[in-house]
């Protein structure tokens, strides 16, 4: 049984809130970077990553999509994970009285409505969690954080505005990762297929390589492009299905799939997450 789960930033963090939810019985390691968090997995010193790999008011983690292909592992599980934005000051600090609020650029930009009406001005900080600590530290009660309500109990701030974000749909996506694939799993939501490939270069390549997904009734959930090896002419796909590759319309639909491609690496498969739907 795996007992310590990585995951990129400090603790406090929203991917350390994943690890909460998703793993609470893991122990939850901090890494500077994503790529820390992967080696740290790769090594054996922890036993699962939490990556971040999309939100629902973002957009997409930038570098993930880079860094999955070459990771050496592979997806068992997804979780999606509501994204609660919270304003902390130091004990005694009152919300009329702040004039900064520090957080990574993500976040502000997820507060903008808030922090205008309250005529709050925005300070780029590393991350969330370490804002959080940078705040306690300095003891201002003119200088707040935005972050979780983790990131407050661990470094002793207080609550001045809860669940300040502009959409109150604000969802995070992550990619459990683990050193070996699961494929025996069945999970009652369904299952998610996700992989990578590179069209060939010929006329309308990609519109033929997705065509065996619609004949075979297969439901393709995300598809990305994006630039590999610095060449504007070089474009790699991201794919999430729905559907075990051991199914008969599954298996038919990436053996078409080939046909277009000059490679395709599969990721993972993995029971879908209840509140993908």
């Known amino acids: 049984m795996p007992d310590r789960i990585a995951f990129q930033g400090e603790l406090g963090a929203y991917s350390h809130q994943a690890c909460r939810e998703a793993r609470p019985d893991l122990e939850a390691i901090p890494c500077a970077t994503f790529e820390d968090t992967i080696e740290t997995v790769r090594k054996g010193q922890a036993d699962l990553a939490m990556l971040p790999v999309e939100n629902s008011t973002y957009g997409r983690v930038a570098d993930i999509h880079h860094l999955l292909p070459s990771s050496g592992l592979n997806i068992v599980d997804e979780a999606f994970v509501r994204v609660h934005i919270n304003l902390l000051g130091v004990p005694g600090a009152r919300l009329d009285y702040v ?10 930009g997820q507060c903008r409505d808030f922090l205008r009406s309250k005529g709050i001005r925005p300070v780029t900080g590393a991350d969330t969690a370490g804002s959080a600590q940078h705040v306690a530290k300095l003891g201002d009660p003119k200088q707040a954080a935005l972050a979780s309500e983790l990131a407050g109990e661990i470094y002793g701030l207080q609550v001045l505005a809860r669940h300040i974000e502009d959409y109150d749909n604000n969802t995070t996506r992550f990619l459990i990762m683990a050193r070996e694939p699961d494929f025996k799993r069945r999970g009652k939501h369904g299952m998610i297929t996700s992989f990578v490939f590179r069209v060939r ?7 033929k390589a997705m065509g065996g997904f619609a ?12 630039m590999v090896d610095g060449v504007f002419s070089a474009t790699q796909f991201y794919a999430d299905i729905e559907g075990h590759p051991d199914d008969r319309n599954v298996q038919l ?14 990721l993972g498969v993995y029971p879908a997450d209840a ?3």
């Open 99 to 108: 004039e900064s609020a520090m957080s990574h650029t993500v976040l502000l």
């Open 201 to 207: 270069n010929i006329p309308a390549a990609l519109y």
């Open 215 to 226: 004949t075979n009734g297969v439901n393709m959930t995300k598809l990305e492009s994006y």
């Open 253 to 266: 639909a990436l053996e078409e799939l080939q046909f277009f491609t000059t490679h395709m690496t599969l």
């Open 275 to 277: 509140r993908r739907h």
